[in-house]
């Protein structure tokens, strides 16, 4: 789970965020399309299991990419009367069915190459492991940039695409490596193929259960990082008339936040003042915290203790 991300400066709108989000999507959805394309290519002229292991991944890549760009123009519409709290959880919903489609197709993939260590194999050319090799480096750019944005929106999908980027990087270097420097193992070496390609599975298995952890917590409405709340209390704190913030509760939603905040007032202001406080508070967290969707105000009255 994301503990906190860098304050950006100056802090990004609610339409940036969805622009840059959906601009790393797009970018992330052109290049896997480009690399499925590659890899089973090379795979099927090679015959190499882990380069196809490797293409099959990319197309979880693809699908996870149209999703998250999907889930991004669904989670950007308004509330309507069947949605008042708007559509931000598309996002995390996208995000766990990817997360669970990565984890069963690498599982059965790692059983598919399993089998194979019991039948006949062939060595493969080492012209698999260049392939292999370029895409690893394109990959480990796309982290790069990726990582970047997510760290700039605080986007927890954002980053764990990023962290896919990266992790797609090392596993065809994996791949690449052992294709390589298949020839030094001799009368061993027709098993590397399909023990890079197990071992790639067995790694997206990993990275995916990792994955559908972080989303499964968004989707419970976690309590939001420790730095957002500090930062919630203080701006609500700093309101005229505000006495203390006795409770502060923010949960994310895909890219956008919904707080409730408890504060106290002097207990002989009228109704209407207590309004217009609770009023000035919720303005005050939504002009500093744009990512903010809504905040709920309750307002308490302070009651201070009688030592006699």
């Not at 002097?266 to 009023?279: A, K």
């Amino acid at each position: 789970m994301i503990e906190s991300f860098p304050t950006p400066d100056p802090e990004p709108t609610r339409d940036s965020v969805y622009d840059d989000a959906n601009r790393a999507a797009v970018w992330g959805l052109s290049v896997n399309v480009g690399l499925v394309g590659i890899k089973v290519l090379g795979g099927i002229l090679t015959g190499s299991a882990a380069l196809l292991a490797d293409g099959v991944n990319s197309i979880g890549d693809v699908a996870s990419a149209l999703a998250v760009r999907v889930a991004l123009h669904i989670a950007r519409q308004d509330e309507d009367e069947d949605h008042p709290y708007g559509h931000t959880k598309a996002e995390s919903i996208a995000g766990l069915s990817v997360a669970v489609a990565i984890v069963l197709s690498a599982a059965f993939l790692a059983l598919e190459n399993s089998i194979l260590l019991t039948r006949p194999l062939s060595i493969v050319t080492p012209f698999a492991g260049f392939v292999a090799l370029i895409s690893s480096i394109i990959k480990e750019v796309m982290f790069h940039y990726v990582n970047r944005v997510a760290n700039r929106l605080r986007s927890a999908s954002l980053l764990a695409s990023a962290l896919d980027h990266r992790s797609d990087a090392i596993g065809s270097f994996v791949v690449a490596i052992a294709l390589l420097c298949s020839p030094l193992f001799g009368d061993y070496s027709i098993y590397v193929d399909p023990i890079a390609a197990i071992a790639v599975c067995l790694y997206l298995i990993v990275v995916g259960s990792k994955a559908l952890v972080t989303v499964s917590r968004e989707l419970m409405d976690q309590q939001a990082d420790p730095a957002l709340i500090a930062r919630v209390r203080s701006i609500a704190g700093a309101v005229p008339c505000v006495a203390n913030v006795e409770k502060v509760r923010v949960r994310k939603s895909g890219l956008e936040y919904f707080a409730e905040v408890h504060v106290q007032v002097e207990g002989h202001l009228t109704v209407n003042e207590g309004h217009r406080i609770g009023h000035r508070v919720k303005d005050e967290l939504m002009s500093a915290i744009p990512r903010l969707r809504d905040v709920h105000i309750h307002i308490e009255p302070d009651e201070p203790s009688r030592d006699d």
